[in-house]
T-cell receptor, first 112, second 112 residues
Framework: SAVISQKPSRDICQRGTSLTIQCQVD?????MFWYRQQPGQSLTLIAT?????????ESGFVIDKFPISRPNLTFSTLTVSNMSPEDSSIYLC?????????FGSGTRLTVV | SQQGEEDPQALSIQEGENATMNCSYK?????LQWYRQNSGRGLVHLIL?????REKHSGRLRVTLDTSKKSSSLLITASRAADTASYFC????????????FGTGTRLQVTL
């Protein structure tokens, strides 16, 4: 199965600023997925990132708030823009393998 | 939005005992998967069961699927302290693009 390197692992940010999270996969994949996990909650899909096209966002998530880049088949970034304390969460990227999904180790974001 | 409801929300057992977690979902699925998450880190894929399968084993894990009841269970036998984690069921649903919809999760605590 694929190996994903996600960074940063954690950050503390001031409200109103933006943070870009990176995921690097060790193999080429068509789709990459970005999730948010709010404190004590389950995972919610933010968007699906395809190389060469705009990301597909789930209900409740918009491109202006969570812009995504997918410049090639092994890399993607998610930006959390104009952050507020409500954005404090764990953000995870994921790719689909042959028998399930592989996840990055997550980015724990705290907005103060 | 979350599809799966998991039961119980939290479970505390002693080492050597068995742990059973249940998951219910709402729509037609292609498969159901179980994941483990240690201390808010990345998720680890445990097992996938397809909609035409009723039971699957992997080491100390046993998963059942009842599509008529839209439910699944995960049994961990002879639990160990290292099994302490959150466990999530997730479904890939029929008729949608490849993506996972997660359940609410069960927090398992295994004490010595």
């Amino acid at each position: 199965s694929a190996v994903i390197s996600q960074k940063p692992s954690r950050d503390i940010c001031q409200r109103g600023t933006s943070l870009t999270i990176q995921c690097q996969v060790d193999s080429q994949v068509t789709m990459m997925f970005w999730y948010r996990q709010q404190p004590g909650q389950s995972l919610t899909l933010i968007a699906t990132a395809n190389q060469g096209s705009e990301a597909t966002y789930e209900s409740g998530f918009v491109i202006d708030k969570f812009p995504i880049s997918r410049p090639n088949l092994t890399f993607s970034t998610l930006t959390v823009s104009n952050m507020s304390p409500e954005d404090s969460s764990i953000y995870l990227c994921s790719v689909r393998g042959g028998n399930g999904y592989t996840f990055g180790s997550g980015t724990r974001l705290t907005v103060v | 939005s979350q599809q799966g409801e998991e039961d119980p929300q939290a479970l505390s057992i002693q080492e050597g005992e068995n742990a059973t977690m249940n998951c219910s979902y709402k729509t037609s699925i292609n498969n159901l998967q179980w994941y483990r998450q240690n201390s808010g880190r990345g998720l680890v894929h445990l097992i996938l069961i397809r909609s035409n399968e009723r039971e699957k084993h992997s080491g100390r894990l046993r998963v059942t699927l009842d599509t008529s009841k839209k439910s699944s269970s995960l049994l961990i036998t002879a639990s160990r302290a290292a099994d302490t984690a959150s466990y999530f069921c997730a479904t890939e649903n029929t008729g949608t693009a490849s993506k996972l919809t997660f359940g609410t999760g069960t927090r398992l605590q295994v004490t010595l």
